[in-house]
């Protein structure tokens, strides 16, 4: 698994980036950070995540994360109607 920081997140259109320990960039769409419990990342969050590719586009993204302590980002919360 990677290591990384997340360098910006863009709620409005539901992605982000993580900067790599080698200084690189990683792609991290919504989808992936919802499945990990969050409903977004905060800039300075460090996470975990494997290397995968999104299926639509076959560009590398940060897939199965998992944030590391401290934990900065929102928790997704259950809204009720």
Known sequence: ????VCK???AHFGFGLF???DGCDLFVDVSQ???AGFSALTQGQRARF??????STGRAM????????????????S???
């Open 50 to 55: 494997e290397l995968g590719s999104n299926a």
């Open 19 to 21: 900067e790599l320990e």
């Open 79 to 81: 809204t009720a109607f």
């Open 33 to 35: 950070v919802r499945r």
């Open 62 to 77: 940060a897939i199965n994360l998992q944030l590391l302590e401290p934990i900065i980002s929102p928790e997704v919360t």
């Open 1 to 4: 698994m990677a290591l990384g």
């Open 8 to 10: 910006f997140w863009r």
